[in-house]
């Protein structure tokens, strides 16, 4: 296990915070668990998140 600390906007950290909270109590398995399925999902898309990074935003 391995603790890190990220800066994000305020609205992004309570809604990371909720979904796992939700997750959780919902499947019930360690909050550590439920933030690594959750990482792995985003890791999943990485070149979709990296597209959306690069592009020019939509006006």
Do not use: C, F, N
């Not at 603790?3 to 796992?20: G, H, K």
């Amino acid at each position: 296990m391995d603790r890190r600390s990220w800066y994000m906007p305020v609205e992004s950290a309570a809604a990371l915070a909720q979904l796992v909270d939700d997750l959780h109590y919902t499947t019930r398995r360690p909050k550590h668990e439920v933030l690594a399925a959750i990482i792995d999902g985003a890791l999943a898309r990485r070149a979709e998140t990296q597209k959306k990074l690069t592009d020019p935003p939509q006006r």
